[in-house]
């Protein structure tokens, strides 16, 4: 066995995590929907969605017959949407091709929609007892301060290097029927112990041997993404009021926020007015500048400018992609976190939702 996996087995039999919510079966579709849910969030944020999202769609046929809409709905507030879409399109593809079972192997499940190498070798080591290196930002962290890998970790050559280690760290296959308890370890330890910052190293079942410690070096590893300024981005966001609802326009997908619901977005140097006028044919009545949002993406910041507008001119639409909804119904369609926000703030609460719909009419 590697010098990483008896040490860490024997902590996680009585420090690792026992009792998350897809730990209770080896579920395929379970310990998929738990896998894609944990890119890039944390556990305590993703155990509410993932409950909700068990209860509503208990498996595979459920969520590939299920609209769309509801599946982002249901992930409204969770970001990275396009992991809700591509959960979506998984589900379709094994009910058509696969009878709505998962396929056993990593390099299988690597063909479906949104699944990468390590989160196809968890799903294949947690439901199928596949013998897979998974290789997650709390791994790499660990493999990086325990071998002393100083290169940028998402680097093509430092990843090759990382991805080799954990595959060389692996419990050998004549203990493979403990790869379960091994990987949740390094999960585990990752997220409780190796931290990004603070590391509790004096805990660490990994601390005697680890480069990083010994050489006073866990601070400076892995080593940080390259510096690069944070672009910028402004949009307007027109909240149209009529007769006590506001209109929503589906995004396109795929994008930012595809296939969410959302007010119409526009230009910092275009004129509200005349948008309205030229795009929907409506006379505004009333605006309101409401203060500025800032909200942040992956790869940019956005400045968010809402305003409300007051439509006087009747409008009809059979269009589809636009729908006319009241607050307290659209706040629980899919939208974007900073619209929800936005929604709550300006039209939901009781005392201000008369103010705001009515004060301009």
């Not at 556990?43 to 982002?72: C, K, N, W």
């Not at 969770?78 to 390099?107: C, E, M, V, W």
């Not at 790869?299 to 968010?304: A, D, S, T, V």
Request: with cysteine.
């Amino acid at each position: 066995m590697s010098s990483l996996a008896q040490p860490l087995i024997d902590w996680h039999k009585i420090h690792g995590r026992h009792h998350l919510p897809w730990q209770r079966n080896a579920d395929p579709y379970a310990i998929w929907l738990s896998e894609i849910m944990l890119q890039q969030t944390q556990v305590s944020t993703v155990i509410p969605y993932y409950l909700r999202f068990m209860q509503e769609f208990p498996g595979v046929d459920h969520l590939a017959q299920a609209p769309l809409d509801s599946v982002l709905a249901l992930w409204s507030g969770l970001g990275y949407y396009s992991r809700a879409r591509n959960l979506h399109r998984t589900a379709q593809i094994l009910r058509q091709d696969h009878r709505s079972q998962f396929p056993s192997k990593r390099i299988d499940l690597e063909k479906l929609p949104g699944i990468g190498r390590s989160t196809a070798a968890a799903i294949a080591v947690f439901a199928f007892g596949r013998r897979e290196a998974i290789l997650d930002g709390n791994v790499k962290r660990i493999l990086a301060r325990y071998f002393g890998i100083t290169g940028y970790p998402a680097e093509k050559s430092t990843q090759n290097k990382l991805w080799q280690l954990s595959e060389q760290s692996l419990p050998t296959h004549a203990d493979q029927g403990r790869i379960q308890s091994y990987t949740q370890a390094l999960m585990d330890l990752g997220a409780t112990v190796c931290l990004r910052r603070n590391p509790v190293c004096t805990t660490c079942p990994l601390h005697s041997d680890c480069t990083a410690h010994k050489n006073n070096l866990t601070h400076l590893l892995p080593a940080p993404k390259p510096r690069k300024p944070m672009p910028e981005k402004e949009a307007i966001l027109l909240f149209l009021v009529q007769q006590q609802k506001l209109l929503l326009r589906k995004r396109p997908s795929p994008g930012i926020w595809g296939g969410l619901w959302c007010p119409p977005e526009i230009a910092v140097d275009t004129n509200a007015l005349t948008y309205c006028q030229q795009q929907f044919g409506m006379r505004i009545q009333s605006t309101l500048k409401l203060p500025a949002m800032d909200h942040q993406f992956t790869h940019y910041k956005l400045r968010i400018y809402p305003m409300i507008l007051h439509v006087t001119t009747p409008t009809t639409s059979s269009d589809d992609q636009q729908v006319w909804l009241e607050p307290s119904m659209a706040i629980h369609q899919g939208i974007p976190a900073p619209v929800k926000k936005l929604l709550n703030q300006n039209f939901i609460v009781a005392d201000n939702h008369a103010m705001q719909m009515d004060s301009h009419e």
